[in-house]
């Protein structure tokens, strides 16, 4: 299952839920590979720490695929493992930044470097890519690339335009990959105390139904203190709220594949 998560609002949410996510789904004991397909990195951060990351040569790195001039023997080498057991990641840093071009239809066959990378990176179960906060190429090839989407929104996005050009990328990218399918939306960064994030909540609901997922991630230290020490809140505190959130996500995840893969086929 290869899940992108995009939206191009910045700070929604997007690099930290890949993150905690992909600790729920190593801990539940499936073989996880992240792809930071974001030229700020924040995900490859978030394992290996910024000096680290921003240290890596292109060829360790997603720009590499994307570069016409270095070809790669095998594309499965910028694959690392983490510190996190089942958990590998494709990190990213500014070296994809040239490569994150506007209008990215016209990229010809860089739309599909991540589809092909993934097809020749096999042996996972779960792959989470992490976009940048802009529907320009690293977001395009990603979905491009993947089975579901899932829209991280945070409860006071009021703007729905920037909402409409995320799902028009979707239909659009179903001309190059007819199977994909929106998983939802993800209510982030949730404080219910406040009567704005309760009626954002209701409004999404009623407007997009059952593309809203049941959970929703609250705003919660923990998380930030879990990504400040380099562990997914699951591992670093599972009791706390943050991770008996994430978990949910995760078996809501999977159980919302597995009910569109038991609809189709049925058809
Ligand atoms: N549920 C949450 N509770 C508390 N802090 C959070 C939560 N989600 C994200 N954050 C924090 O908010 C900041 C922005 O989150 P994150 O980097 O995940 O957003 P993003 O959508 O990936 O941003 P960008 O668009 O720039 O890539 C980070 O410092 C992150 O730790
Ligand atoms: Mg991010």
């Given at each position: 299952m290869i899940l992108a998560l995009i939206n191009q609002k910045g700070g929604c949410g997007k690099s930290s839920t890949c993150f905690h996510l992909a600790g729920a789904f190593a801990a539940a004991?499936?073989?996880?590979?992240?792809?930071?397909a974001d030229p700020q990195g924040s995900l490859s951060q978030g394992f290996f720490g910024s000096a680290e990351v921003e240290g890596l040569v292109a060829e360790m790195t997603l720009a590499v695929l994307f570069d016409d001039d270095r070809l790669v023997s095998s594309p499965q080498s910028i694959i690392q493992p983490t510190s996190?057991?089942?958990?590998?990641?494709?990190?990213?840093?500014?070296?994809?930044?040239?490569?994150?071009?506007?209008?990215?239809?016209?990229?010809?066959?860089?739309?599909?470097?991540?589809?092909?990378?993934?097809?020749?990176a096999p042996g996972y179960d779960i792959?989470?890519?992490?976009?940048?906060?802009?529907?320009?190429l690293c977001s395009w090839a990603a979905?491009?690339?993947?089975?579901?989407?899932?829209?991280?929104?945070?409860?006071?996005?009021?703007?729905?335009?920037?909402?409409?050009?995320?799902?028009?990328?979707?239909?659009?990218?179903r001309a190059l990959n007819p199977?994909?399918?929106?998983?939802?939306?993800?209510?982030?960064?949730?404080?219910?105390?406040l009567v704005i994030h309760r009626s954002y909540e209701q409004r999404l609901r009623e407007?997009?139904?059952?593309?809203?997922?049941?959970?929703?991630?609250?705003?919660?230290?923990a998380f930030k203190v879990a990504l400040a020490c380099r562990?997914?809140?699951?591992?670093?505190?599972?009791?706390?709220?943050?991770?008996?959130?994430?978990?949910t996500l995760a078996e809501e995840i999977l159980a919302r594949v597995a009910e569109r893969n038991r609809k189709r086929q049925v058809a």
């Open positions: 004991g499936h073989r996880v590979l992240l792809v930071d996190v057991e089942n958990v590998s990641l494709a990190p990213a840093n500014q070296h994809l930044a040239p490569f994150n071009t506007p209008s990215p239809e016209a990229a010809g066959m860089r739309q599909y470097v991540l589809r092909e990378f993934l097809e020749s792959v989470l890519i992490d976009c940048p906060p802009n529907l320009y979905i491009v690339a993947a089975d579901y989407v899932l829209i991280p929104v945070p409860p006071e996005d009021f703007g729905t335009q920037g909402l409409r050009a995320v799902h028009q990328a979707i239909e659009n990218a199977g994909l399918r929106r998983l939802g939306h993800l209510i982030t960064r949730s404080d219910r105390r407007l997009y139904r059952e593309l809203v997922l049941d959970t929703v991630i609250p705003e919660a230290s562990t997914p809140v699951e591992l670093y505190a599972r009791d706390t709220a943050a991770a008996v959130a994430t978990r």
